[in-house]
Structure formats: structure tokens, C-alpha cells
């Protein structure tokens, strides 16, 4: 009795001191030391405070959604045609789990060398049953009063949600428990049961979203950053509408050929339907234009000063080029209006762009050193692709193809003076293709003999790397045991702030934040979503009411605010009077305005071309060139980690580890594991 008493006050002491620390559901709390999942309920439910914090505790569970790359709880960049790292991979130590998958060794008894890594099917159901113990209890706390008890309960349902939405698109259809909690002690009958379909699982996701939306405050407080919101909720949904729309998922070739065989065993349901909806584009591009509609975002815009590049002369098929934005390219900084959201130096707690983001310290402790050239005390092996240059394109709009037939792009030669615009220093004798490109390009890449500024640092500062074989940061340069240049001769370079630096007198970074979803894909969303359609239709979103056609006017107004905000022509009359055109044109931006924000990886699935895309051999600058002349090749890197990847129709998901398997029969495997 006298221990249980003791044992209670500690309790009540360390909920005290967590809960004075908790500013938001991200600065997750690691509640399980204190409340685990049958110890004293009785206890975590006692008051309001201990409630709210047990309801963090069950948000802190999830991995940071930076973490896409190393020990990546998802399979992200590195699984993709967007990215990759000189490691072989495989082997004891890998950390890079999305080269794991894209070369085939994850496997339901496979999943990484490491925690936390793509196995992660179970630590969401955790989740999910704290938060039905959470909604089953929310009446026993006395001193929560019925604001508080909304509040609660409207977070508690989008963490539930956000699970599924977890589990929907990197395992596919979920079991849906609803509001039951299963009891870990419960025998196997009880617990057992079969998948819902993913017809089924997407709408129960959506819906919980949509209940979660009605509960959740609109605008959340500075110190509340990274608390998700009314508009988060909206979001998501209009994310998750698009890919139940997109062809993958929606009936067709792409959805019969990758599932039209997958069937639940417990009643031969087929888990994908094959039957084509065309409303589901209209209830996708309703779910983006009510975000559109809130009033609340806009794409983040730096004004331009008399360091901002002027605008590219001549070009015809916009009218509106010129006009001053958001109605046209000019008055505002493309470089420094992108830049600026991924660096650290716009603040993302104003951020309007950022719908849901947090703050975290992976893109500077893996993504941005991951990136600086070893020379600066990086590891310069957080590489992209030459698809990933080629698919930007000049500063005129332009493709390079386009480009290439009066000289303004080139693959010969290299440039004779030096440039600086929005405080970005180009050397002179850069090679040509890197020349006259658009500013998300500079604001992106990292390519050979570009300047790493590293201000911050007195000692090492505005550094040309080159990554020539010879030369300090290429792979004559650096340890022969390590990979650390980039086997593609390019590194992301988005994350990197010019202040940053790891090495030297005064070295420091700034501090950054990631955005789980920001504003300009919505933008895109939207575009694509309307371009979908051949007919009118009339959907009901919520409590509201959307009649939805495709409509040119709409699709510009939105696809071109993200061009004219990267400096860019919008789409011409011409384009946008042909829908495959359109839907290319959205396949570019993505993959250009999105790099390494893990939406490729999806993007191509649910597009059903990810056999396509993976199947194009990935290609770089030679790392063995000592010279200029040798250097600038495009070559498929020799390494392991090229060789050994595989395409096969199973890697649109992640596998269910094999022990969930066991433990429930009822429960069908994904597709080809």
C-alpha cells in the first residue's frame, strides 16, 4: 500500500513536469515510460492534464516525417528516380532503408538493419488503440470541461486518422477497428480479423479526417507550431482524394494489371476495384479548392530588390508573364521566394505555405550535412539524379530540348563570366547545362563547381566543390573506404541555408522546419484533379455542396500561380487545351516544386507508372572523369546500388511483417510478397 502511494506521487510529479514542457503534439513526449498499455489507466485518466498528456504521448509515437531518408520509416526519396546515396546498400549497418526497398531485400521478415525503419505496421495500430482507450474515456477526467473535451477528442481523432493514413499508403487497406479497443490480452478469436478493402479504408480515413476537422481550431498559436489544425485535416483529405482518384487505384488498365487478381480469401472481394469513378477527380478537386477557399494559405513570396534576376525577354506563350504577381512572374524573388521556405530563413511558424510542418533537427544533423561536401565537414552523398536536372526547366520556361535548338541550353562548353543574383554566387566556366536554368534549380541542386557559402563559418567560407576524381570532394579525393561524393555528381542542395557550415571558426546552422504538406501542392492537386475530368459533377464534401467541371480557366489560375511564384511563363492556351498535356505538365512541376519532400515515391504509383520511370536506367555526371572533357558524360554509375535494383509490381507497398501474418489468419499479405 505504502509503495503503490509513493509510486502514485512520483507519477503525479513527472506528469507535472512533462506537461509544463509540452508546447506541441511534435515536441512528442515519450508518455510510455510513464503510462504504459494495461498499466493504471486509472491514473492516465484521472484528471485533464494527465489525459492530454497521455494523448500526446500516443502522437509521439509516430516518426518524424523528416525522416525519409536515413533509418527512414517510409521509403522516400531514395526509393525513387529523385534520389539516391553512394552506399551500396544491403549488409550489416545499411541505414539507407529505401535503398533497401528499391533493390528488393525488404521482405515481411526484412525491413532494415535498425530502428526505427519501415517496420512500422504495428507501432501504428498502437497508436490507433490508445486513441480509441483515449474516446472510450473521455467522460471520467472530472475537471474537463466540454471545451476541453472537444479539443481532446477533435486531436485524438486526426492522430487515429493519421495513423491510418500511415498505414493506407505505405501498407495499403488497413483493419479497421473503429472505436474498439482490443484488448493485448484478448485470445486470438477476438483479435483476429480480415482487411477492409481500400475503397473502405480510404473513406473511413477521409472520414475521420473530416470529423477530426470540425473539432480542430482553424489557426493555432506560435507556440503551438506544429499542432495540427482544421486546415491539416482539409489537407490530407485532399491528398488522400487524389490518389484514390489517380489510376493506380481508380479502376482501368493500371489498377486491373497491378491488382484485378487480389482478392480478400474470407469473401473473394477484390481488395482494389476495378470500376473507373470519374467523381472521385471531382470529389478530389473539391477537397483542395475548400483549402483553396479557407482564406488561410498562399505560397510563400519574397518582394524583389536590386539583387533579384530580371525576368527572361521574349517569351510569348504567356501573356501574363509579365504581369506583377500573383497575376504574372514579376515584383517578387523567385529564387529567394522558394529558398527561403526550406533553408530556415523564412520563419515557419508564419509560414502561410505550410500547412502542417515541424520543426526538426534531421535536415540539418542528415539532410543538409548529408549533402555538404566533405571538405566542409559534410558526408556530399545525398545525391539526384540527371532526370531530376533534366526535368527543370530554363529560365524562360523552355525545355531544354527547346531550348537546345537556338543554343540557350547547351551540353557543350562552359560559362565565361560570373553571375550573383538573390544572393547566389555562380562561378564563371560552370559547364552550359547548368546555365540559364530557373531558380528552383539553383535553389535545389548542388552540381560540380557550384559555391557552398557556409557563412557562418570565418574560417571556411564561399567554397567552389568540385568533384572532379582528383579533386578533394570526388571520389579520388576522399577515403577509399568511404562514399562520402556523389556518385551522381549532384547532391540536394535545398536544404542548405548559406549560413550553414559544420566546420570552422564560429560554424552554425539554422534552425528548420519540415512541411508534411505545404500549400503549392494543393495548387497542384487541384490542377490535376479538374484536368481529369469530361463531364460535370456534383459531390458533397463535409457539409458542403461542389459542382466541379474541367475548367481552363481554373487550372491555369492555379498551376500558373506556382510557376509565376519560381519565376516561370504559365502554361499556354495551347496546353491547356489538351488534357494529356496538362497532366504531363503537372507530372514535371511535382516532381520539380516537390524534390525530396516524399511525393515522387507515391506520385508515380498511384500515376501507374512507377514500372515506367523505375525502369529507366538512372544516370549521372562520370565520377571517374579527372577532367572537364571526361567529367561532364552522362554514365550509369557502375556501383551495386544501380545494379541491383528491381521492378517489380509488389514494391508499391511495403510489405506486412510476417509475424502479424502469424498471429492473425484472417489477414492477406500485400500482392506479390
Known amino acids: 500500500m505504502k509503495t503503490s502511494l509513493i509510486n502514485r506521487i512520483v507519477l503525479a510529479i513527472m506528469m507535472i513536469q512533462l506537461i509544463a514542457m509540452a508546447t506541441s503534439c511534435k515536441d512528442y513526449l515519450n508518455i510510455d515510460d510513464y503510462f504504459d498499455d494495461e498499466f493504471n489507466i486509472d491514473s492516465a485518466f484521472s484528471n485533464a492534464r494527465n489525459m492530454e498528456a497521455y494523448m500526446w504521448g500516443a502522437a509521439a509515437t509516430f516518426p518524424d516525417e523528416s525522416n525519409t531518408i536515413r533509418y527512414g520509416y517510409t521509403p522516400g526519396p531514395m526509393a525513387t528516380d529523385e534520389g539516391l546515396n553512394g552506399l551500396t546498400g544491403g549488409g550489416s549497418g545499411n541505414v539507407y532503408y529505401g535503398m533497401d526497398f528499391a533493390t528488393g531485400r525488404t521482405t515481411s521478415d526484412f525491413f532494415g538493419d535498425g530502428s526505427p525503419n519501415l517496420n512500422r505496421w504495428g507501432s501504428y495500430y498502437k497508436i490507433i488503440r490508445k486513441c480509441n482507450t483515449i474516446l472510450q474515456n473521455l467522460d471520467r477526467p472530472r475537471d474537463l470541461n466540454n471545451m476541453d473535451r472537444l479539443r481532446i477528442e477533435g486531436y485524438t481523432r486526426f492522430i487515429r486518422a493519421y495513423a491510418y493514413y500511415n498505414i493506407l499508403v505505405d ?110 477527380w471531382a470529389l478530389a478537386a473539391a477537397a483542395a479548392k ?104 530554363m529560365d524562360d520556361g523552355r525545355t531544354k530540348e527547346e531550348a537546345s535548338v537556338d543554343g540557350y541550353y547547351s551540353e557543350t562548353g562552359f560559362t565565361t563570366k560570373p553571375r550573383n543574383f538573390s544572393g547566389y554566387p555562380l562561378n564563371s566556366g560552370v559547364y552550359n547545362m547548368y546555365a540559364n536554368r530557373e531558380m528552383r534549380f539553383y535553389a535545389s541542386v548542388g552540381f560540380n563547381e557550384a559555391v557552398w557559402q557556409a557563412q557562418s563559418s570565418a574560417s571556411v567560407n564561399n567554397y567552389t566543390a568540385k568533384y572532379y576524381y582528383q579533386d578533394a570532394d570526388g571520389r579520388g579525393g576522399v577515403s577509399a573506404t568511404s562514399p562520402n561524393y556523389p556518385i551522381t555528381g549532384y547532391v540536394i542542395k535545398k536544404y542548405n541555408h548559406p549560413m550553414d557550415a559544420f ?171
Open 171 to 280: 501498407y495499403g487497406p488497413a483493419i479497421l477497428l473503429g472505436d474498439e479497443v482490443v484488448n493485448t490480452n484478448a485470445p486470438l478469436e477476438e483479435y483476429d480479423r480480415p482487411r477492409a478493402t481500400y475503397d473502405e479504408t480510404m473513406d473511413y480515413t477521409c472520414g475521420e479526417f473530416e470529423k477530426a476537422a470540425q473539432l480542430l481550431p482553424k489557426e493555432i498559436s506560435i507556440l503551438d507550431f506544429g499542432r495540427p489544425n482544421k486546415g491539416a485535416a482539409f489537407a490530407l483529405v485532399a491528398r488522400l482524394r487524389l490518389i484514390h482518384a489517380s489510376p493506380l487505384f481508380n479502376g482501368g488498365p493500371a489498377a486491373n494489371s497491378y491488382f484485378g487478381t487480389w482478392k480478400r480469401k474470407t469473401d473473394q472481394v477484390n481488395y482494389v476495384s476495378q470500376q473507373y469513378k470519374e467523381e472521385r
Open 503 to 673: 566546420q570552422g571558426t564560429g560554424a552554425r546552422h539554422m534552425k528548420k522546419a519540415y512541411s508534411i504538406i505545404r500549400y503549392a501542392e494543393i495548387l497542384l492537386s487541384y490542377a490535376e484533379a479538374i484536368n481529369n475530368l469530361t463531364g460535370t459533377h456534383t459531390v458533397q464534401l463535409g457539409d458542403q455542396q461542389y459542382t466541379i467541371s474541367r475548367n481552363v480557366d481554373e487550372i491555369k489560375s492555379a498551376f500558373n500561380l506556382v510557376r509565376y511564384r519560381a519565376g516561370l511563363p504559365g502554361l499556354s492556351a495551347d496546353q491547356l487545351d489538351q488534357k494529356t498535356t496538362v497532366q504531363k505538365q503537372v507530372e514535371r512541376e511535382r516532381m520539380v516544386e516537390l524534390l525530396w519532400e516524399n511525393r515522387r515515391f507515391y506520385d508515380v504509383r498511384r500515376w501507374g507508372i512507377y514500372e515506367e520511370t523505375e525502369r529507366e536506367p538512372i544516370r549521372g555526371m562520370n565520377p571517374d572523369g579527372a577532367t572537364k572533357e571526361t567529367y561532364y558524360q552522362r554514365v550509369i554509375p557502375g556501383t551495386s546500388s544501380f545494379l541491383t535494383r528491381v521492378v517489380d509490381k509488389k514494391l508499391v507497398w511495403v510489405p506486412i511483417p510476417r509475424a502479424e501474418m502469424r498471429r492473425l489468419p484472417s489477414l492477406d499479405q500485400n500482392p506479390g510478397y
Open 290 to 393: 475548400r483549402v483553396m477557399d479557407m482564406g488561410q494559405y498562399s505560397l510563400h513570396t519574397v518582394l524583389k530588390d536590386d539583387k533579384t534576376p530580371a525576368l527572361p525577354q521574349g517569351v510569348k506563350s504567356d501573356p501574363n508573364f509579365y504581369g506583377q504577381y500573383p497575376n504574372g512572374a514579376d515584383g517578387i524573388d523567385p529564387f529567394k521566394s522558394y529558398s527561403d521556405i526550406f533553408t530556415g530563413e523564412a520563419v515557419a511558424e508564419i509560414n502561410k505555405e505550410i500547412i502542417w510542418g515541424r520543426n526538426t533537427s534531421y535536415l540539418v544533423t542528415t539532410i543538409s550535412q548529408g549533402s555538404m561536401p566533405p571538405s566542409l565537414g559534410g558526408w556530399g552523398r545525398f545525391c539526384v539524379t540527371q532526370k531530376v536536372v533534366d526535368a527543370y526547366l
